[in-house]
């Protein structure tokens, strides 16, 4: 079974936890997940207004937005070829075992960061399984991911013990962060127009934040979470002429490929 594009209005189990492949005339531009990631980091710290709370702990969940998919790091240094473009495979590919390895791993390898950053990857990474839904059961995948979500239950447990953390603002903070990851995959992916539920602040109902396009690296976004008229975020992605013919070529040319930098828009709607 694949990893596929998460809905943001069903909340499902799915998300895009491989590489981004941006693909334009002059080529694909790659984006690793750690990079993506970064984008909803910067979100993070702009986050904020006189409806939206600002997040708190401020810089422990900016650091957990910005690390949540440290699990990918290694792997997009060399990834799959998807054989159909000649591009590196895209997160709607990618098997269930190999995600579930690796977003095991993932909340450890933050650890020694932030046990804050660190519960907060645990609880993103929950979020993808534990209200999974397929057309088809399977007894060994769903065993596989039964064991998972109660490995990183037991994980959050200790860590909310242990940092004498308030459950509800963990999980509040854990909307948050999907909020924010949805914003930043939304800049990168073709899915608007669509919309997340997001929390505004403690003790309030949640808000339906819709996206849609407003030109080429532009998002409208509305209701308007931030405290600037207009955010612009940056990261790095690899830039690919074109398609490899096979899997060791794909590696050679991505650790040949010049790196560019790409920014993205987003502003409210008028």
Do not use: K
């Amino acid at each position: 079974m694949s990893v596929r594009p998460r809905c943001a209005r069903t909340c499902l189990w799915i998300d895009p936890l491989a590489m981004i492949v941006v693909q334009r005339d002059e080529g694909a531009f790659c984006v690793g997940q750690a990079a993506h990631a970064w984008v909803s980091g910067q979100l993070a710290r702009r986050w904020g207004n006189g409806r939206f709370a600002a997040p708190e702990p401020f810089d422990e969940f900016c650091l957990g937005a910005e690390q949540h998919d440290v699990g990918m790091a290694e792997w997009d240094l060399a990834p799959t070829l998807d054989e159909d473009s000649g591009f590196p495979t895209s997160f709607m590919d990618m098997p269930l075992s190999l995600h579930l390895n690796l977003w095991s791993a993932a909340p450890r390898r933050v650890l020694t960061l932030s046990p804050y950053a660190a519960l907060l990857t645990s609880m993103h990474g929950h979020a993808l399984y534990a209200d999974r839904q397929t057309p088809e059961p399977d007894p060994e995948e769903d065993d596989r991911v039964r064991r998972f979500v109660e490995e990183q239950e037991a994980f959050q447990r200790e860590l909310l013990d242990r940092l004498g953390e308030d459950p509800d603002r963990a999980r509040h903070n854990q909307r948050l962060l999907w909020s924010l990851d949805f914003l930043s995959l939304s800049l990168f992916m073709d899915w608007a127009p669509d919309s997340v539920p997001t929390p505004t602040r403690s003790g309030e109902p949640e808000v339906e934040i819709r996206v849609a396009p407003a030109g080429e690296d532009r998002l409208r976004v509305t209701p308007w979470p931030f405290g600037e008229d207009e955010v612009r975020v940056r990261c790095q992605a690899r830039h690919l002429a074109g398609p490899a013919s096979g899997e060791d070529e794909l590696h050679r040319a991505l650790a040949a490929a010049p790196w560019v930098r790409l920014e993205r828009t987003l502003v409210p709607l008028p």
